[in-house]
Every structure is written in structure tokens, then in C-alpha cells.
Nanobody, 123 residues
Framework: QVELVESGGGVVPAGGSLRLSCAAS??????MGWFRRAPEKEREFVAA????????LYADSVKGRFFVSKDNVKNMLYLQMDDLKPEDTGTYYC??????????????????WGLGTQVTVSS
């Protein structure tokens, strides 16, 4: 069992930046990523990265603005979010797969989920 704890959320004006962090309780050795959920909307894939950081996957809506990275020594996952827009508002969840290092956008394929951190972008 792996526990994921997100931090770094907050309120930021449009055009601003935030860096989310995710602390894993153990080494997963698998692909990890981020999802988000806006109020009254379905979960949405944001970004994912392989364990060795050799491959990444981004949602079209965040390409060029968000950057996912890892620190395997510290068991940390990060999401650098730049040029934030009001539509980026939502709860951001750190996720990890089990037994596989393939990055995917399907939330059902991620076994471990954090409790989320709130990001609010004001217009």
C-alpha cells in the first residue's frame, strides 16, 4: 500500500504560477501523475510521468504550461503550473499505478490516489 499526500495548492490570479508536490510513503517504481476535478465536473487527466522520467504525457489543455517531474531519491512528484487560467481551478490529485510503468490518461488504471489539494485561479 502506498500513501500519497499532496501539497502546494492555493489561490492565485490568472497568469500566475503554482508548484504542487506529492509525497509518496514508499517507492512505487511505477508511472505516476496528476488528475484534477473542477466543481460539478468529471475527473480530468492532467499529466503523467514514468518512474525514470524518460516519458511524459500531458492533457492538451495544459501542454506548454504545466510540467511534471519526479525526485526518486525523495519519493516526490511535482507539477509546475505556469500561466494559470480560471479553468484550471479544481482539486488536484496525485496518482500512481501499480506494477506498470506505462503512462496513461485513464483514471481507472491508477490504483493509488491522494486526497487532493485545492487550486483556485481568480480571473
Amino acid at each position: 500500500q502506498v500513501e500519497l499526500v499532496e501539497s502546494g495548492g492555493g489561490v492565485v490570479p490568472a497568469g500566475g504560477s503554482l508548484r504542487l508536490s506529492c509525497a509518496a510513503s514508499a517507492r512505487t517504481g511505477t508511472a505516476m501523475g496528476w488528475f484534477r476535478r473542477a466543481p460539478e465536473k468529471e475527473r480530468e487527466f492532467v499529466a503523467a510521468i514514468t518512474w525514470s522520467s524518460t516519458n511524459t504525457l500531458y492533457a492538451d489543455s495544459v501542454k506548454g504550461r504545466f510540467f511534471v517531474s519526479k525526485d526518486n531519491v525523495k519519493n516526490m512528484l511535482y507539477l509546475q503550473m505556469d500561466d494559470l487560467k480560471p479553468e484550471d481551478t479544481g482539486t488536484y490529485y496525485c496518482v500512481a499505478r501499480r506494477h506498470t510503468n506505462i503512462v496513461v490518461a485513464d483514471p481507472s488504471l491508477y490504483v493509488y490516489w491522494g486526497l487532493g489539494t485545492q487550486v483556485t485561479v481568480s480571473s
